[in-house]
């Protein structure tokens, strides 16, 4: 029987080209997770917070889309709004990016010895929070006028407004800060990545609720400039007592933080400004005066996750301050970019919810999650950025990227937010 050629079939065996082919594509990924890959735990820890403090914001949007006739009736008003929000969350996040370094670091205890290292950051942190709010009372009068804001409130009124304003919002978040820094020391957290969106949608949450209730002290004749110089008497005798008192630490933060939170306030304001521009369309749709502080509430949560985890790893010794981020830096980037997504979306649901609730004029559920997605796309390129190249330009130039990171990242995205916010809002034809 003649022999048959070329007949015999191939059979695959163990280890061939398809099983090769996928080992390799498995290998592939694993170097590509090692690469970028986020640290899942770091995923869980923030994505949890982003939550709850995105949940917490739904007050802030809630209570701004109910002021649309309080922001028609006090010209000028919106223009401090932005500001006087981000203060709360860019002072008191700030404070706890350096309360999340002493727990890395074991040098976090709290005690009733005014020179110790939590109380001094308490004392700074207060003054901040004080002098921040006259300075930008001023501020906002200032850009009103240079602006051409038509017949907006009184020197006296926004004094009022914002100091007793930031007063009562600062006891809120001070506590709200201290009490999570114990907690997450006692219970083995990260702060770094609990701190910066709680801290900051707290902010959201209690300044709002605080402004509108010091708007009914405004516009009072001979009580509103009064209350306004003694405010801001107060506010100085605090600064001077504070200076005078030769605590370093203290001396260090606010020499420190007061230029660049000052940078950042008014960066704030053109961002408040930019918003009071488009205000006669904001309250045609108030679902998107809703959606204005979850979404710059998520932005500067997202940057202040970052800011904090590079302020950390930088001190600690594990990224170098290099042009280019490393590995361990490049985690973090990616982990910032992940989150992004579900968290820019659940604003929209927020907002999306608060409008129903207030039966506020909406544009549709459809239009608001494409406005936050896109604006939230771009709003986080520009934080990844911004974040990085601040915390090493901080650590190069020998200062702590704890007291600029935060600051640095929260100011510039609410300006850059809100920009963007509204050009999406415009390019997509509902403003």
């Given at each position: 029987?003649?022999?048959?050629?070329?007949?015999?079939?191939?059979?695959?065996?163990?280890?061939?080209?398809?099983?090769?082919?996928?080992?390799?594509?498995?290998?592939?990924?694993?170097?590509?997770?090692?690469?970028?890959?986020?640290?899942?735990?770091?995923?869980?820890?923030?994505?949890?917070?982003?939550?709850?403090?995105?949940?917490?914001?739904?007050?802030?949007?809630?209570?701004?889309?109910?002021?649309?006739?309080?922001?028609?009736?006090?010209?000028?008003?919106?223009?401090?709004?932005?500001?006087?929000?981000g203060m709360r969350g860019t002072i008191f996040g700030a404070l706890g990016s350096r309360l999340a370094t002493t727990v890395h670091t074991g040098t976090f205890g709290i005690s009733r010895r005014v020179d110790s290292v939590v109380t001094q950051n308490v004392l700074a942190s207060i003054t901040l929070s004080l002098t921040t709010a006259l300075a930008?009372?001023?501020?906002?009068?200032?850009?009103?006028?240079?602006?051409?804001?038509?017949?907006?409130?009184?020197?006296?009124?926004?004094?009022?407004?914002?100091?007793?304003?930031?007063?009562?919002?600062?006891?809120?978040?001070?506590?709200?800060?201290?009490?999570?820094?114990?907690t997450g020391a006692r219970r083995g957290w990260d702060l770094d990545n609990v701190m910066a969106p709680v801290v900051t949608a707290a902010g959201d949450m209690a300044t709002l609720p605080s402004l509108y209730l010091a708007t009914f002290l405004a516009g009072i004749e001979v009580f509103s400039p009064v209350a306004a110089v003694v405010l801001g008497s107060g506010a100085v005798l605090v600064l001077t007592g504070v200076l005078r008192s030769g605590l370093v630490l203290v001396r260090r933060v606010l020499y420190e933080s007061f230029p660049i939170v000052m940078v950042g306030g008014t960066v704030q304001l053109i961002a408040g400004l930019t918003v009071e521009q488009r205000l006669e369309a904001l309250v045609r749709y108030p679902a998107l005066?809703?959606?204005?502080?979850?979404?710059?509430?998520?932005?500067?949560?997202?940057?202040?996750?970052?800011?904090?985890?590079?302020?950390?790893?930088?001190?600690?010794?594990?990224?170098?301050?290099?042009?280019?981020?490393?590995?361990?830096?490049?985690?973090?980037?990616?982990?910032?970019?992940?989150?992004?997504?579900?968290?820019?979306?659940?604003?929209?649901?927020?907002?999306?919810?608060?409008?129903?609730?207030?039966?506020?004029?909406?544009?549709?559920?459809?239009a608001m999650l494409a406005v936050a997605l896109l604006a939230g796309f771009l709003s986080t390129a520009a934080l990844a950025a911004i974040a990085y190249y601040g915390a090493v330009a901080a650590y190069r130039f020998g200062l702590d990227p704890d007291n600029y990171g935060i600051p640095v990242v929260t100011s510039s995205l609410d300006l850059i937010g809100a920009v963007v916010l509204i050009s999406v809002i415009v390019t997509l034809g509902l403003g």
């Open positions: 029987m003649p022999a048959r050629v070329g007949t015999r079939r191939h059979r695959p065996q163990p280890g061939g080209p398809p099983l090769r082919r996928a080992s390799a594509r498995l290998r592939s990924l694993g170097r590509l997770r090692a690469l970028l890959g986020p640290d899942p735990a770091a995923a869980r820890q923030s994505l949890t917070a982003l939550s709850v403090g995105l949940l917490a914001s739904f007050v802030a949007g809630f209570t701004l889309g109910s002021m649309a006739g309080t922001l028609e009736a006090l010209p000028g008003l919106l223009v401090l709004i932005p500001a006087a929000i930008l009372a001023f501020l906002a009068k200032g850009v009103s006028v240079l602006f051409g804001v038509a017949h907006s409130i009184s020197l006296a009124d926004f004094v009022v407004i914002s100091m007793v304003g930031g007063i009562l919002s600062s006891i809120a978040v001070l506590l709200l800060t201290l009490g999570l820094a114990a005066l809703v959606l204005i502080p979850p979404f710059l509430a998520s932005a500067g949560a997202l940057g202040g996750i970052l800011s904090s985890r590079l302020a950390s790893k930088l001190h600690l010794g594990l990224i170098e301050p290099a042009p280019w981020p490393a590995r361990s830096a490049r985690t973090d980037l990616a982990l910032t970019f992940l989150l992004a997504l579900p968290v820019f979306a659940l604003a929209s649901v927020i907002a999306d919810t608060g409008a129903a609730l207030g039966r506020f004029e909406s544009p549709g559920p459809a």
